[in-house]
């Protein structure tokens, strides 16, 4: 998150907008778009789910529950970290990259895929697997977001 002066400046261009890279480089697993770049802001909404009012955490959404059923889903991870897998109904299971995935597992950046050879119904949901353990959902139902004083 910015302060009002560093977020003028970055709309300036008198400071580079390096978001995407630092939160890669410090492997960040929790982000805010609140005052972010437009570029921070795109890459956090492809890489960070949201779970709590103005807060995301490092995963993404595999598959919506408006796409139906769907079996394999192939994604892209920029931030290295221990990740899990989660439905509305809780953790998934079967195959990821290959291999039987059963809990958390560290995937590092680049291409991945789980293939889901049971019921693979809903919204499918990576997410940084030490915010799950700590009771965040994906699923919760978060406070619309509004204007205050303070911003």
Not at 23 to 37: Q, Y
Not at 48 to 76: D, K, N
Not at 77 to 104: E, H, K, M, N
Not at 112 to 138: C, K, M, N
Request: net charge positive; glycine share 10%.
């Amino acid at each position: 998150m910015f302060e009002g002066l560093t977020k003028r400046r970055l709309d300036l261009g008198l400071i580079t907008d390096d978001v995407a890279a630092r939160l890669i480089e410090t492997r960040t697993p929790l982000a805010t778009m609140r005052r972010m770049p437009a570029a921070g802001k795109s890459f956090i909404k492809a890489n960070y789910v949201p779970i709590a009012f103005r807060l995301s955490v490092a995963g993404q959404t595999l598959r919506t529950a408006a796409e139906g059923p769907r079996a394999a889903c192939p994604f892209e991870i920029a931030i290295p970290l221990r990740y899990t897998l989660t439905g509305a109904s809780g953790p998934v299971s079967d195959l990821l990259d290959g291999t039987p995935f059963d809990g958390p597992r560290e995937l590092g950046a680049g291409h991945h895929e789980f293939v889901q050879t049971g019921p693979a119904d809903g919204r499918l949901v990576l997410i940084w697997a030490q915010a799950l353990e700590r009771g965040y959902s994906p699923f919760a139902k978060i406070k619309t977001d509004s204007v205050t004083a303070q911003d």
